[in-house]
Structures are given as structure tokens and as C-alpha cells.
T-cell receptor, first 112, second 113 residues
Framework: NAGVTQTPKFQVLKTGQSMTLQCAQD?????MSWYRQDPGMGLRLIHY???????DQGEVPNGYNVSRSTTEDFPLRLLSAAPSQTSVYFC???????????FGEGSRLTVL | AQSVTQLGSHVSVSEGALVLLRCNYS??????LFWYVQYPNQGLQLLLK??????LVKGINGFEAEFKKSETSFHLTKPSAHMSDAAEYFC???????????FGQGTILTVHP
């Protein structure tokens, strides 16, 4: 079972470059979300979606953009990368009933 | 707004000793509570969850947690630590059915032989 799939697993960017982190889930979950993980800060919510065409900001949305055109996909776009965006990014999905999140394996991003 | 505080960013125990990882939460509505584990360079795996059924919740790998509303706590315990338990543990809270979690800062568990 694939579950939640994130690509790429590793990426190095230069300041000012843009890129998209891909996320796909095959569990037909309504809810999808993006978190960033930084040492000592746990996971912080960037953006989330309650269904196709519906997105909302989380705790740390600045510098990131999302869209949800299908139930399966929820890409995260970095518009102009900054060193402060160096982090590990996790995509997650949920059926919204039990509240449990299913996570991808993470994408480690370094911005130079 | 919801929040989670994990007491102790690092906990060290000997193999065979009791594991106790502390979590306190704040929520204006009855919460759902979760413990996740993260092994090095991996994603997060659900250990256990509380969703308003029994207050004592049993999870995988011998872990359990007790929901105490009066103390707004959801501490994670395991009677006897194993070397394979060494990882980072995250407590999290959600509003029911919202599909998003608020996480604590994480506790790194080290297990000594």
C-alpha cells in the first residue's frame, strides 16, 4: 500500500529559486496538510485542505503556496526560497473521522 | 486555540526501566489526543490515540497513555524500556474531525544498556 507519497526526498536550492514539493495519497482522504519540522520546535502546520478546491493557512504559511485540484494531490510551492525555509517537510492526510494523520516519509530541503 | 507542552526535551532511561514521557494539552473543546514516534530519518508513526472512549489507551510496542481531564494530561508510559524504543516522541492534539493536529516540541528518548 502506497499511503502518502512525497517527492523529492532531498533537494538543495539556492536563495530565490522556486520549487514544488509533491504529495499524493491513495486513501481517498478528504483532509491533507503540510508540516515543517525543525529541531526543538516539533511539527508546525503550513497549509491544509479540507477537500478539493478548499485550502487554508496554518501556523507558518508565509513563503508557501498550495492548491488542491484533486482529492489525491496536494503540492506545496516555495515561491522564492530563503535559508529560513531549510527544514524537513511532511505531507499528511486524514479521513477527518478519528483525526489520525497518515504521514509521508518527508522531504529534506536545504536552501543555500 | 489548542496547544501541547511536552515536559523534557530529552529523557534518558536504562534498558528495562520505566519510560514516562509527559504531555499536557490545552483545548477549548473535548480533544482527540495522539502520540507519534519518529525513528531517525523516518516519518511519523502513530503509537496510540485517545478519541473519547476508554481513558487508558493501549498502543503498539507496549506503550500506553492515560487521559486525565482534570490534569489536562496525556502522559505516555512503558513498563520496561527496550533499546529499540530510542526515538523522538511527539504528543499532539486535534479538534474532532478537523483533520489537522497541533504538536508538542518533541521528546528524544535515549535508552542505555
Amino acid at each position: 500500500n502506497a499511503g502518502v507519497t512525497q517527492t523529492p526526498k532531498f533537494q538543495v536550492l539556492k536563495t530565490g529559486q522556486s520549487m514544488t514539493l509533491q504529495c499524493a495519497q491513495d486513501m481517498n482522504h478528504e483532509y491533507m496538510s503540510w508540516y515543517r519540522q525543525d529541531p526543538g520546535m516539533g511539527l508546525r502546520l503550513i497549509h491544509y485542505s479540507v477537500g478539493a478546491g478548499i485550502t487554508d493557512q496554518g501556523e507558518v504559511p508565509n513563503g508557501y503556496n498550495v492548491s488542491r485540484s484533486t482529492t489525491e494531490d496536494f503540492p506545496l510551492r516555495l515561491l522564492s526560497a530563503a535559508p529560513s525555509q531549510t527544514s524537513v517537510y511532511f505531507c499528511a492526510s486524514s479521513n477527518g473521522v478519528t483525526g489520525e494523520l497518515f504521514f509521508g516519509e518527508g522531504s529534506r530541503l536545504t536552501v543555500l | 486555540a489548542q496547544s501541547v507542552t511536552q515536559l523534557g526535551s530529552h529523557v534518558s532511561v536504562s534498558e528495562g526501566a520505566l519510560v514516562l514521557l509527559r504531555c499536557n494539552y490545552s483545548s477549548s473543546v473535548p480533544p482527540y489526543l495522539f502520540w507519534y514516534v519518529q525513528y531517525p530519518n523516518q516519518g511519523l508513526q502513530l503509537l496510540l490515540k485517545y478519541t473519547s472512549a476508554a481513558t487508558l489507551v493501549k498502543g503498539i510496542n507496549g506503550f500506553e497513555a492515560e487521559f486525565k481531564k482534570s490534569e489536562t494530561s496525556f502522559h505516555l508510559t512503558k513498563p520496561s524500556a527496550h533499546m529499540s524504543d530510542a526515538a523522538e516522541y511527539f504528543c499532539a492534539v486535534s479538534e474532532r474531525g478537523r483533520g489537522k493536529l497541533t504538536f508538542g516540541q518533541g521528546t528524544i528518548l535515549t535508552v542505555h544498556p
